[in-house]
Structure formats: C-alpha cells, structure tokens
C-alpha cells in the first residue's frame, strides 16, 4: 500500500479499541518472568556454552601478539576466538568501527577475543589468561582541543552540514537584543538495564541469532555482510528488549562475537557484554560543544539565529546532529546553522534517545530563557512570539500540524506559571531556594516503510507477525489495537507475534518513528485481509464493515470467523510513503514545565514538580505513552544533573564504565510527573494520522531544569550536567 495523499476517515477513526488506555498485553509475561529474553532462551538452546568477551587495554594502536594458550588449557574452554582464528570478517554498513579488533585497535574495550566455555565461571577465568601485547600509537580524545581540526560534516541523515538563509551577521550586529554564548553537554552513555546478549547457534551454514536488537531487519544485512554469508542464512530473533534507547539499534560484538564462538565450539553459545564493557564497547552520545548567538527585536521577535555544533567520532563516523531543531522551531528571516565533526579516537558516537534534538535543545532552550530575560520578556511569550507555521529555511513549506502554542498555553496554566517570580532568588521555602524553568519540545517525524503478515485462524481469532520490535514501549499493544480495530474483534482475540526475521520486514523500534510507522504496516495488511475475508464471504470489499465479530455490506451480516471455517485467511502488505513528508514538514511539539528545590547553603537539587504537554498526533494508547514520557522526562532529568560519561584524556577511554560510576536518577529523584496530550490527528502522517511521543519526551527536558535552578539561584550554568561544583561558586550568600 502506498501513502500518497492525505488520510481520510477510514476505520481507525472509530476508536473503539485504538485510542484507548490499555494495559500492556505483553505486562503479565513480564511481570511473571515468563517473557523469553535473549540471553534466557533454554526453551529454544538449552545446551549453550558461554562465551566471555576480553576488550582491548588500549585505545589506539595495534596488537603485536595474543597467546591463548593458557585459556585454551583452562578447565571447561571449548574454544578461543581472535582475529587470527576468525576468518576474514566485513564490516555491517551500520558499524562506524570493526566489532573484533586485529591487528588494528581503533577503541578502548574494542573486543580483541572470546573465550567459550562449558560455564560462565569457568569462561571468565579463563578470559583473564589471554595475554595481549600491544604498539599503542598516540591518539586524539579531547573535542575541545580538536575544535579548531574539526570540518564540517553531513550525516547518515542525509542532513546538510551547514545552511544559511538571509543576512546573519548584519542581522545580528544591529539586533537591539543578543544572546552570544557557548553551552557544553557531555559525553552520555545508554545505561539500559538489559545489556547486550545473544544466543548463537548454527544448523550446517545458516545462523539463527536470538539477540537483544531493536532493528533486526539491519542486523540481518549487517550480520550476513560481516560473515560473508547470505542474508537468507542469518535469521535473528528478539520478541523483548530490555531497553535500548538506541543502544540496540545497530549490530555489537556479542551478537558477532557467539556467532564465532557457535561455529569455533561447535554448539550453541550465549555471550553477554559485562557492564564493564558496555560504554567502551558499545555506542554513546557525543559531546557536544554548540554555540548559538540570537538577535531580537526589542519586542522579543527574533531577527538572526546561529547555532554552530562540534562533536566528534571515529574516522568514517558521524556528528551528533544537535542543530537540527533549529533550523524549524522558531521563526527568524537571517538564520546560519553549522556542524562540525572532529576524528576522535573514542569509542564510537551514535543515537541514543532523540539524537540531535535532546542535547541541541539543552543549550537552545537556556539561550531562549537568556534571551528573555535580556528582554524583560516572560519566557513563554517569548516562544509564543516566535512561533511559525511553515519551515523557516523554506517558507512555502508548510508544517502538516504545528500547535506548539497550544502545548506552551496549556501547560502554563496548568502548572501555575503565573506564580513564577522572574526575579532570580527571589523565592524561599525554608533553606530551600524554589525556582520555576520551561523549554519547548521538537522532535521531528519521521515515517518508516514497514510489512505485516494479518492471518485470521480457523477458530476466529487473529494473529500478526511482523519484525517489529518491542524496546518496552508497548508495541504489542498497539499492533494488536490496530488490529482488533480494522477488523472488528475485541484485543483479547489477537495474538501479536514480533521480533523474528522471518516476519515481513518492519520499520523498527528507533527514532520515535515505530509506533506509527509499524501500526502503519499492520493497517495496510488488516486492508489486504478485509478485502479477502470479504470475497470469502461473498460481500462487497468496498463497502464491508467489519465490527463486534461481524461483516456487514450490502444489507447482509456475517459472522468473521466464517470466513475461515475451511482455510486460514492471510492478508500480508506492507506500508509505503510518497512524497507527503517532503511537501509538508511533519513535526511533533511540546512544553516542559520544572519547579526545583535548591539548597541554599549546599546546592543540592531537588526537583519537585514536572509537566509535560504534547502534541504528537493520535496517541494510540495514552497509557503506555504517558509511560514512554515519563520515562523520557526522568532520562531528561539525568541528563541536566548526573549523567557524565568522564573521558581519560591521556588514555583515551571513559572511565566510569559502570552503573557505580555512571549515575542515572533512581526513584527518590523523581517527583510527581504530570502529561497531557493534546487531542489531534495529522492526517498528512499516515492512515493511523499518529507520529510519535517516545523522544519528545525527553527534548527540552534538561534545559527546564537548568531554567528552574537559575531562576531559584541566580546561578546560569552553561556546562552539563549542573552539579555542585558548578553552583556554589555562585550561590547567594547563605543567611
């Protein structure tokens, strides 16, 4: 099915089953611990050996010699994997750096060997007996040093490294009102608590990988190109995810590394990433330096707006994409954005939740509340002002829904901001200093061609099978939704069956793009399978409606299920898009309010009261949306306060590779949290008129923050995260 002109009223739009807050049916499997998760497969390989990846004690340079033989006569090993055993192994298309080292090192903790053997005990052990001799060469680990080398860089995106509209700098040397600052975020790591795991076993040539991926589509090219075999050999399977945040959207070593391991032992083997490996190894938000200077009018409209980005990666890598919100949220006819991408020799920078958006939002969104008060300007009518319907570098371009307003109204009364003091300082409660912060929320939509495969069984009920996956967001909620909608059958009767290669192909859980995107794929299979249930029955398709277990057209009324009394009946399709993103710019929006709690003799925050209003399309469940928000408005929090992932400069590798030293919030960090979706559809999206919710959650939330401590310190802090040291320099004078 191809979506080429805007929906119409079509039978989602009833909202008997989509649109409404439903328990997750996947929750019981997990809250029983009943859920098959990758590294827990016994019921599919209840014979694996297990693997143990050893990572590389250098970050740049090369391997003179691994001896093995120590691990080799280890008790239990079965085998020993490197890159002199290996074989000749490509590089996944998705993979910036080779996911087994040799002889090059390109990163620290890049996997040099695995060790397999009968246990993990015994593999662990042995792993500490591979002896690695190392050449380290000099590398480069500082962005801030490597600023001045940095050139500017597209992306994987196919984003334009650097645009210019109008007059920037004249328009900036005459503004009545400037903000000229630089804002640092640091390098972040996933921290999901699931790690990376996968169970490898081999039958004769072909691979069958139960992995925990959040694009297995990718991970079957990526998996087949790196072993030189055929996509149709490799079959992956992933129906849980532990969390991937962007974490799991690309092909890691412990996938590559039990796939070796399997074949080298001759049985299944399941391998695991230790936490200790997991930032070093895996991939994580760059740092990002950004500079944004703004004009304005003395009325507070914005005549120039510039934000240049620094960040950095391995050769072949990528920039983090942190002007990309600029360049559409806020009005301004003399605008100039610009990335640069520095060569890093860290291990390797990617997405993790709303790349781009999130840390670009945590200095737009300080340099906004700058401005405002350089105006003497409320800081949401300072937004308000700013606002704009069509895309500011192309102004015939129009955006399909923009209520950004609305969101911006709507949770200023909501939360009281009239009650905000604009006054820094000003507001006491006890030894707490209490400050008020908001930002704006931009995520861009984005669509995703997407298959599914719809069969209506012999006893009624109707089952669907597609590759999506499930990162707990609650895709099997809203597939069977969708379903039971399009045709008419309360939930209970669908069965959802995700996360295996062998389905039709999906979008795939990332960039906020899944839910509509894979529903999508479920509408355009339910509209191939209505069509032959219909014939079936002898019905005219065109006019069938399908409600409460029945078929009605043409003044005729049949039960579904008779549709398939003799064979099952299959609607398989997959939803694909035309040009309506080009022609209108498809965007979701929002509002984050923050009330904080600061100590006025320590510094210490505390963040009292959060709200959230979206609007992002049709909310298909608001249940497990408000989930995904809230989560992302706690990683939002993580991300203004503790979250750090602190770079050895002289050795080149982050060293608090662990849960110890990489601090996330924890429950007694977060208040009451508030969300409200707006009631809209966007028709220019999909069929489903939805977009997406999971990562616009968490954009502008750290910038409320830092506004919220400004406004209850007078301390503005440019450099994440906002912690102690940063704060009392400036505090007022304890009394």
Excluded at 369 to 384: C, Q, T, Y
Aim: aromatic share 6%.
């Amino acid at each position: 099915m191809k979506f080429t002109t805007p929906a119409k009223t079509n039978p989602i739009d009833r909202l008997q089953v989509v649109g409404k807050p439903t328990d997750r049916i996947d929750g019981p499997f997990k809250t029983t611990g009943t859920a098959p998760y990758a590294y827990e497969r016994h019921d599919a390989v209840p014979d694996a050996a297990y693997g143990w990846v050893v990572g590389a004690a250098i970050a740049k340079g090369r391997i003179t010699k691994i001896d093995t033989a120590a691990a080799r006569a280890a008790p239990g090993v079965i085998a020993v994997v490197t890159y002199e055993n290996a074989g000749k192994l490509g590089k996944g298309d998705k993979n910036t750096a080779r996911l087994l080292a040799g002889p090059e090192v390109q990163h620290y903790h890049q996997a040099v060997a695995v060790v397999v053997a009968q246990t993990f005990e015994q593999a662990r052990a042995a792993a500490s007996l591979v002896h690695v001799e190392y050449a380290p060469q000099k590398g480069v680990y500082d962005l801030e040093a490597a600023m001045n080398a940095a050139g500017p860089s597209g992306s994987k995106q196919k984003d334009k490294s650097t645009t210019k509209v109008g007059d920037f700098d004249h328009a900036f040397a005459t503004a009545p009102a400037k903000v000229d600052a630089v804002y640092r975020t640091p390098d972040q790591t996933h921290a999901m608590m699931e790690p990376h795991a996968s169970i490898a076993v081999w039958q004769g040539n072909k691979l069958t990988l139960y992995t925990s991926n959040q694009m297995v589509h990718w991970g079957v090219q990526d998996m087949a190109k790196t072993l030189g075999i055929p996509e149709a050999n490799v079959r992956l399977v992933s129906p849980y995810v532990g969390g991937g945040f962007g974490g799991k959207l690309f092909l890691r070593s412990e996938a590559l590394l039990a796939a070796l391991g399997a074949k080298a032992a001759g049985r299944p083997v399941k391998v695991t990433l230790q936490r200790a490996l997991m930032m070093n190894n895996t991939t994580h938000r760059p740092a990002t330096i950004q500079h944004i200077r703004i004009g304005a009018t003395r009325e507070g409209r914005i005549a120039a707006i510039a934000h240049e980005s620094w960040s950095g990666d391995l050769p072949g890598g990528q920039p983090e994409t942190a002007v990309n919100q600029t360049r559409l949220f806020y009005a301004g006819a003399n605008r100039f954005t610009q990335m640069r991408l520095a060569v890093l020799d860290l291990a390797e920078g990617n997405a993790m939740r709303a790349p781009g958006e999130a840390p670009g939002l945590m200095a737009l969104e300080i340099a906004m509340d700058e401005l405002a008060e350089r105006l003497g300007m409320d800081p949401v009518m300072l937004r308000i002002v700013n606002d704009t319907t069509v895309d500011p570098e192309k102004p015939g371009r129009k955006f399909s829904t923009r209520r950004f307003v609305d969101t911006l109204r709507t949770g200023a009364e909501r939360f009281g901001w009239d009650k905000r003091n604009p006054r820094p300082a000003q507001v006491r409660d006890g030894r707490w200093l209490v400050g008020y912060g908001m930002a704006g929320a931009f995520r861009n939509n984005i669509n995703m061609k997407s298959g599914a495969r719809v069969r209506l069984e012999r006893d009624g009920t109707v089952t669907v099978e597609t590759d999506m996956t499930d990162i707990g967001t609650g895709t099997y909620t809203i597939i069977g939704q969708t379903a039971a909608e399009m045709l008419g059958v309360p939930l209970e009767r669908v069965n959802v069956r995700l996360g295996d290669s062998t389905y039709p192909v999906s979008a795939g859980s990332g960039g906020q793009w899944g839910g509509n995107s894979s529903t999508a794929g479920v509408y355009a299979a339910c509209v191939k399978l209505r069509e032959h249930v219909a014939k079936k029955l002898g019905l005219d398709p065109a006019h069938a409606e399908f409600a409460e277990g029945m078929v009605r057209a043409g003044g005729k009324a049949l039960p579904l299920a008779q549709a398939a009394r003799d064979a099952v009946v299959v609607g398989e399709d997959t939803m694909e898009y035309g040009d309506l993103a080009k022609t209108y710019q498809q965007s979701t929006f929002g509002a984050h309010f923050v009330e904080v709690a600061v100590d006025a003799a320590t510094a210490e925050v505390r963040v009292r009261r959060m709200l959230a209003v979206c609007a992002a399309g049709r909310i298909l469940n608001p249940k497990s949306a408000r989930s995904q928000v809230i989560g992302a408005m706690t990683m939002g929090v993580g991300a203004a306060l503790m979250e750090d992932l602190v770079v050895d400069k002289r050795a080149g590798f982050f060293v608090n590779h662990d849960l110890a030293g990489y601090e996330v919030p924890v429950h007694a960090d977060i208040p009451h949290q508030e969300v409200i979706f707006l009631d809209e559809t966007d028709p220019m999206s999909s069929p489903m008129k939805a977009k997406g919710v999971g990562e616009l959650g968490i954009c502008g939330v750290a910038a409320a923050v830092a506004n919220a401590i400004y406004n209850a310190t007078g301390v503005r802090v440019r450099d994440y995260p906002v912690t102690l040291d940063k704060l009392l320099p400036g505090m007022p004078a304890y009394a």
